[in-house]
């Protein structure tokens, strides 16, 4: 029998249909490789090198379990198949750690650590985020080997385990082992997708980025009776500084925070983004944000910033007395077109000029500190993933610009130079980083039949013009 693209697309959909997929899927769910060390590390190694190491060594590829640079953390396990130097090679992406499992949580008859499938749903800390997400790539490379003998292109698999704590680490482990990583493009699959009905294309991240305002006037709270009236209250201070950041219908009053200039290409990917409204989700408020702009243009092409918490005296037992302090965290989500470290001197001249010289900036070290990325829906590769998922399922996917969260992205645009493509295959309402975490059987059994398309075109292709 001729081998074909639709002969490795239906072979990687029988994975699921037979139980082979999940059998592989338990086996990772299994290993309890919660990102939080050091007790969890003993897990992390084992990831690496028990389980999912040899499941990739059986499909020719020669692997490797590397040391984190920052000791304390998981290591990074590195699979390479290598067929021919001249073809394309492609750096394929996920993360074997997982959140805290919250057991007590989960409900009644599930288990973070056992799989667990109820018609269409699938149970597992993991199974979305991100084990059966990168098995899903794996697989799929398996049913394109059985079915050409070979994929026609050079893959290097890199698992990291600790994305879940902020991937510490992984800048400096990508510039340690550069030739190692080198590739043509970087493919990852990971997160949710916009809608059930058709899948996503994703190309990078917002940059997050956190801070306090402070307003700290004295030594001491003092008797409202007596001083109510005649001390500033740093509430209200804070209270009209906020206000002077944000509209009163959301909008965002620091120019510096907002993008000067889109590129055409990103403004038609943003808009023309198909989102479903899922139960149990909450729908977008009319009127909130920068006005003129759709839904999916907030999010994929725009500045979103919330106050994330204030606080002034002491909210859980107030007593009767002029506070000295007001404080608020503030969170800034921005585009590759804003200028990341304009963001709080803009703000300091902002309040400068508002008048809020007594309201101090504090910048905030969160885990989610990743810069902006984005790749240009333009890029050859880009185009190549776009027509074969059209091919595989008939109808033009999603192709988003940037996530409106953040992620490690631009590492791997930056340090190896190449396009960064995220295809998820997860959904919104998968209890991702909360109790009962759990998968679509009919997702991932499209999601073996998408990637398996991918590679098949890759391998017929090569490197696109």
């Known amino acids: 029998m001729t081998a074909s693209r639709s002969g490795a697309i239906a072979r990687a959909r029988s994975y699921f249909r037979d139980g082979t997929y999940l059998d592989r899927l338990r086996a990772l769910v299994a290993v309890p490789t919660q990102s939080f060390p050091p007790n969890h590390k003993p897990d992390l190694e084992r990831y690496c090198r028990a389980v999912l190491g040899p499941m990739v060594a059986g499909l020719g590829f020669a692997t490797e379990v590397l040391d984190n640079p920052q000791p304390a953390h998981g290591p990074v396990l590195l699979a390479t198949r290598i067929e021919d130097a001249t073809k394309p ?87 340690r082992h550069r030739d190692r990583c080198a590739a043509d493009v970087f493919i990852a699959l990971d997160g949710p997708r916009q809608s059930l009905s058709v899948p996503d294309v994703t190309l990078g991240t917002r940059a997050g980025l956190a801070f306090d305002l402070l307003v700290d006037l004295r030594q001491g709270s003092h008797h409202s009776g007596h001083w109510g009236g005649l001390l500033i209250d740093p509430a209200v201070v804070l209270s009209y500084a906020i206000a002077s950041i944000f509209s009163r219908e959301g909008r965002i009053l620091v120019p510096e925070w907002l993008p000067r200039d889109i590129p ?44 994330l918490a204030s606080i002034s005296g002491q909210p859980e037992a107030p007593v009767n007395a002029v506070s000295p302090t007001a404080r608020a965290r503030i969170q800034v989500r921005h585009t590759v077109d804003v200028d990341g470290e304009d963001i709080i001197p803009g703000l300091r001249r902002h309040l400068d000029a508002h008048g809020f010289h007594n309201v101090t900036i504090v910048p905030v ?101």
């Open 89 to 175: 090679t492609v750096l394929l992406y996920g993360h074997g750690d997982v959140v805290r499992a919250m057991p007590e949580r989960w409900r009644a008859g599930l288990d973070p650590w056992t799989l667990t499938v109820e018609g269409d749903r699938i149970y597992g800390r993991g199974v979305v985020d991100n084990k059966g997400q990168h098995l899903l790539a794996i697989d799929a490379l398996r049913a394109v080997l059985a079915e050409r003998g070979e994929l026609g292109f050079n893959v290097k698999l890199m698992v990291e385990t600790g994305e879940e704590a902020g991937s510490p680490g992984l800048r400096r482990f990508i510039e």
């Open 365 to 465: 070290q969160e885990r989610d500190a990743f810069p902006a990325s984005r790749t240009d829906p333009d890029n050859p590769w880009v185009r190549l993933v776009v027509r074969s998922l059209a091919e595989t399922v008939g109808r033009a996917p999603n192709v988003i610009p940037n996530i409106g969260a953040s992620g490690p992205s631009e590492y791997f645009k930056e340090i190896l130079g190449t396009p960064v493509i995220w295809i998820p295959h997860s959904y919104g309402g998968c209890g991702q980083h909360g109790p009962d975490e759990h998968g679509l059987g009919s997702l991932f059994e499209e999601g073996l039949g998408l990637m398996a398309g991918i590679w098949w075109d890759i391998g017929e292709t090569g490197r696109p013009a």
């Open 264 to 307: 055409p290409s990103v403004r038609e990917a943003s808009r023309n983004v198909v989102v479903d409204d899922l139960p149990g989700a909450p729908v977008p408020d009319p009127g909130w944000g920068e006005p003129g702009l759709s839904r999916t243009e907030r999010i994929y092409m725009w500045t979103s910033a919330i106050v």
